[in-house]
């Protein structure tokens, strides 16, 4: 098992930035690939950003050059640092984690993040 515990988020205005973080515990030897997904009111659950055990990311077109994951295998934290942040990127935010033997996902809680125009 995996314990997901995210903190950060909040309310921001419109060009500013925010720094989400995730700490796993339990079976963290276990965890393959971290990331971030948001939810908008009203619609489904997208990508933001991964992250593999080796540093290798992906982003969602609509966050790159803005959004940066970044992971520390040693805290077992992933980190989301935002900048630029538009109203379009009010969501809540959950933090996600792969594991293998056995595979599993794993979601943490949610952040809600508020961008104000």
């Known amino acids: 098992q995996v314990q997901l515990v995210e903190s950060g988020g909040g309310l921001v205005q419109a060009g500013g930035s925010q720094r989400l973080s995730c700490a796993a515990s339990?079976?963290?030897?276990?965890?393959?690939?971290m990331g971030w997904y948001r939810q908008a009111p009203g619609k489904q659950r997208d990508l933001v950003a991964t992250?593999?055990?080796?540093?290798?990311?992906t982003y969602a077109d609509s966050v790159k050059g803005r959004f940066t994951i970044s992971r520390d295998n040693a805290k077992n934290t992933v980190y989301l640092q935002m900048n630029g942040l538009i109203p379009e990127d009010t969501a809540v935010y959950y933090c996600?984690?792969?594991?293998?033997?056995?595979?599993?996902?794993?979601w943490g809680q949610g952040a809600q993040v508020t961008v104000a125009s």
């Open positions: 996600n984690a792969d594991t293998f033997m056995p595979t599993r996902t794993y």
């Open positions: 992250i593999t055990r080796g540093q290798s990311t």
């Open positions: 339990g079976s963290t030897v276990r965890i393959s690939n």
